[in-house]
């Protein structure tokens, strides 16, 4: 089946608000199978609204409209869903009763527009917002499914899981099941050729591949009329992808992240980690501590970025900076020991670089960041040059910092010898 997502706000015209809806629902439409050809978004504006959602009836099975379900008079969306279908808007009295529980329990008097979120098309199934005032509802019309969302993230997320997804899931026949598998410090053209042949002969299950910062995802799906059979279905695919990329491969799990799979590592060896920052300035730090148990292994982290802090706090030898400068591999060796000295950790991450805009030059360009590893007194270093913002730069450095600390773990005790990255 096909699905369309159309967003309804000016405020995402105007980018005042990041549309991160359409990136949620199209990715949760991706693993229940569907196929997404269009995406929109549309401003509070009735007569463009109208000519939106009347083009998505016309072209797909089912039609994902979030937003414009507010109090306001610039809440259209529903008013226009009723209006083409030619359903009348009823009030429900159950939304109204727990729009006015909603107000009581927190306090505050409801205002006469507020009952207007209680109003709904006529035939249209009722989805409970256990997060916001205002529900969602799926209206069927002929051979579409139009399904109205709330705006905020906070109540689409959850109402969308709860009601939507099971509703969608009962539309497709038999069951879409899919596995990721996660690649880190492969480029994404390396790995295309690594699997071209997979990919020109799938059918069932199929292959896509997906670029993030650092990583590379292969997302295997399978149709088939079970969740078992799906599974058996992908289960030889998964295994020839391992046997293609070895430990390039750090997880084949949906929830598993980079940082869980380095905090993973770093618990079953019994490891502690210290991490000394200059131009990420605490990212590496704040991707480790995002990860529940990791207290367990994380002592303490520096953020040196000062030629004086890195000689005070972590021993950088004065003339290691005045020879070969903050930027260099010397210098984040020299961090990355003192680091691991200062905090008796047995792992050290230590990252320096030029994340710009200002400060390059020929010889080292923004971009250029060195990342340090020791693990049990021994050190490697790596050079890389990064593109694009600062932001950018800094979040490339912290990736790459985690694939290197992964590497080397692995490559001390599993005794595993990667290839150039």
């Not at 699905?3 to 995402?12: A, N, P, Q, S």
């Not at 610039?74 to 159950?94: F, I, N, P, Q």
């Amino acid at each position: 089946m096909t699905v369309e997502i159309l967003c309804v706000g000016t405020e995402l015209l105007l980018g005042n608000v990041v549309n991160t809806n359409a990136a949620y629902l199209a990715q949760k439409c991706a693993d229940l199978g569907l196929s997404c050809y269009y995406q929109g978004v549309v401003g509070d504006n009735r007569e463009r609204l109208t000519e939106a959602v009347k083009l998505a009836m016309s072209r797909s099975d089912i039609l994902i409209l979030s937003g414009g379900l507010g109090p306001t008079e610039d809440d259209l969306t529903k008013e226009t869903v009723a209006s083409l279908m030619g359903r009348e808007l009823m009030m429900d009295e159950g939304s109204r009763q727990k729009i006015a529980s909603y107000f009581e329990e927190r306090g505050i008097e409801a205002t006469e527009n507020n009952w207007k979120q209680a109003l709904i098309p006529e035939g249209a199934l009722i989805l409970e917002n256990h997060n916001g005032t205002a529900p969602g509802m799926i209206v069927k019309n002929l051979d579409t499914h139009v399904v109205l969302l709330p705006g905020p993230p906070a109540e689409l997320i959850p109402m969308f899981e709860e009601s939507v997804a099971p509703y969608l899931s009962g539309l497709q026949p038999g069951v879409i099941f899919s596995r990721t598998v996660k690649l880190c410090g492969v480029p994404e053209s390396r790995v295309e050729t690594q699997i071209k042949d997979l990919i020109d002969a799938q059918s069932n299950p199929t292959i896509a591949t997906y670029a993030k910062t650092g990583e590379v995802h292969i997302r295997v799906t399978a149709n088939a009329e079970s969740e078992k059979e799906a599974k058996k279905l992908i289960k030889p695919v998964v295994k020839e992808l391992k046997t293609r990329f070895g430990y390039d491969i750090y997880s084949t799990e949906e929830e598993v992240s980079l940082e869980q799979a380095v905090v993973d590592l770093l618990l079953a060896n019994k490891l502690t980690v210290t991490c000394a920052e200059s131009c990420t300035g605490g990212m590496l730090s704040a991707r480790l501590i995002n990860i529940p148990g990791v207290s367990e292994v994380y002592k303490c982290g520096y953020v040196t970025y000062s030629n004086k802090a890195k000689r005070r706090i972590l021993g950088v030898k004065k003339g290691t900076l005045d020879k070969y400068g903050a930027v260099s591999s010397q210098t984040a060796g020299e961090m990355a020991k003192g680091a691991a000295s200062q905090a008796k950790a047995d792992v050290a991450m230590a990252v320096t670089g030029l994340a710009g805009p200002d400060g390059g030059t020929e010889e080292k360009p923004v971009g250029l960041v060195y990342i340090a590893c020791s693990v049990k007194g021994k050190v490697t270093v790596m050079e890389f040059h990064f593109q694009g913002n600062r932001e950018k730069i800094r979040e490339s450095a912290t990736t790459a910092a985690l694939m290197l600390m992964r590497r080397c773990m692995l490559e001390y005790f599993s005794k595993v010898t990667f290839g150039e990255q």
